[in-house]
């Protein structure tokens, strides 16, 4: 019996598809369900009304040997939203990293976004408060910013050149006025 036909047998199990290959998925923290739960009512909020549509937690098909299940995505084409799930490629998707899924959000589904088509990926490390931001460029998902919060004793150290760097607000690149703040994405995360 291969990988996929085992995760088929399960009572409902949460599992994802990456290259033909079966991975189960466990249950997110507290913390985590904090940042997908803000950063869905961000998104929510903005896109009240626009044609793309906020989702999290829902299946991605992007063919046979991948599927995914980001934590939360924009999908902006209307024709691969069906009942069940999403087939085709959402605009933004953002993966909220933990131990046991840092590694294969880095690798295994940075390079299936980018081979897929993906606009914009945002990589979220809640233990950090900081927000990596990909944008596609010339066929790659390209880094485009870091954005932190910072305590007061990491602020203090950094440079005046640092602070006048630090950006406290992501702007989404699929509306002009579209953005983000991180206080809000990180509210009552510990």
């Not at 990491?154 to 509306?175: H, M, Q, T």
Request: charged fraction near 35%; glycine fraction near 4%; charge should be negative.
């Amino acid at each position: 019996m291969n990988d996929f036909a085992y995760a088929m047998e399960g009572d409902n199990e949460d599992y994802e598809v990456i290259n033909g290959q079966v991975y189960m998925m466990s249950r997110p923290n507290t913390n985590h369900m904090k940042v997908e739960g803000n950063i869905c009512t961000a998104f929510n909020n903005y896109l009240k009304g626009k044609s793309c549509v906020p989702f999290n937690e829902t299946d991605v098909f992007f063919d046979d040997d991948n599927n995914f299940v980001p934590d939360v995505m924009i999908v902006c084409d209307p024709d691969i939203i069906e009942d069940d799930d999403i087939h085709g490629v959402p605009d933004l998707i953002v993966e909220i990293l933990s131990k046991s899924t840092a590694r294969k959000d880095r690798a295994e589904k940075f390079f299936a976004y980018e081979k897929y088509g993906v606009k914009e990926y945002w990589i979220v490390t809640p233990e950090t408060k900081s927000v990596e931001v990909y944008l596609r460029k010339d066929e790659k998902l390209v880094l485009d910013n870091v954005y932190s919060i910072y305590t007061d004793r990491e602020w203090n150290k950094l440079s005046e050149d640092r602070k006048a760097a630090a950006k406290f607000e992501i702007k989404v690149s699929l509306y002009d006025d579209f953005v983000v703040k991180l206080e809000d994405i990180f509210n009552r995360v510990k």
